[in-house]
């Protein structure tokens, strides 16, 4: 169980409005990872997070920022949305070497 | 380009019998593999692992099979059931430490009664 709360869950936003997702753990865990799902991609990694304060770049982390000033809470920033970033955004957490496991997700359309 | 690919968009599998879902990858420094399946408005749940030292990992109906000479992995369900009905993702990682994983686009696998 990854113990992740995500919010919003669901957001809609205008083109070039900040937005910030919220991922909550409960348990802990060193890593926490943000990732996006769209059609014919799978998921993809956007941030990631080793530590309090320590972040480093996935696949596709233009147009996004992320902080995490406490080890439960780890933020995702848009910030200035386009449509291009309408997308399904999942949170994860795991260990070092061991299975990382995902939140319930957070639907953001941008129009 | 895709590092890990799910060539088969979709499959569908009667009730009981075997439900076979396919993974290629094209990293060779990839050494921890890992299925994941997803309900429609829920997260992926981690369903099987298995590190590159092995050539096989069980759980229950869940088997997975590596084969590292072809860089391919498959998934085997048996028996299938209705509640397997979902999106099987496949997942593939370098490091052991911040498990950065890269996903395959994922097969749709309908059980059919």
């Known amino acids: 169980d990854a113990g992740i709360t995500q919010s919003p869950r669901h957001k809609v936003t205008e083109t070039g409005t900040p937005v910030t997702l919220r991922c909550h753990q409960t348990?802990?865990?060193?890593?926490m990872y943000w990732y996006r799902q769209d059609p014919g991609h799978g998921l993809r990694l956007i941030h990631y997070s080793y530590g309090v304060k320590d972040t480093d770049k996935g696949e596709v982390s233009d147009g996004y920022s992320v902080s995490r000033s406490k080890t439960e809470d780890f933020l995702l920033t848009l910030e200035s949305a386009t449509s291009s970033q309408t997308s399904v955004y999942f949170c994860?957490?795991?260990?070092?070497?061991?299975?990382?496991?995902f939140g319930e997700g957070s639907w953001l359309t941008v129009v | 380009d895709q590092q890990v690919k799910q060539n088969s968009p979709s499959l569908s599998v009667q009730e009981g019998r075997i439900s076979i879902l396919n993974c290629d990858y094209t990293?060779?420094?990839?050494?921890?593999f890992l299925w994941y399946k997803k309900y429609p408005a829920e997260g992926p749940t981690f369903l099987i692992s298995i590190s590159s030292i092995k050539d096989k990992n069980e759980d229950g109906r869940f088997t997975v099979f590596l084969n590292k000479s072809a860089k391919h992995l498959s998934l085997h369900i048996v028996p299938s059931q209705p509640g397997d009905s979902a999106v099987y993702f496949c997942?593939?990682?370098?490091?052991?430490?911040?498990?950065?994983?890269?996903f395959g686009q994922g097969t749709r696998l309908t059980i059919n009664p």
């Open positions: 348990e802990n865990h060193r890593y």
């Open positions: 990293n060779s420094m990839f050494d921890y």
């Open positions: 994860a957490n795991g260990q070092s070497g061991n299975t990382i496991y």
């Open positions: 997942a593939a990682s370098e490091y052991q430490g911040a498990q950065k994983l890269v």
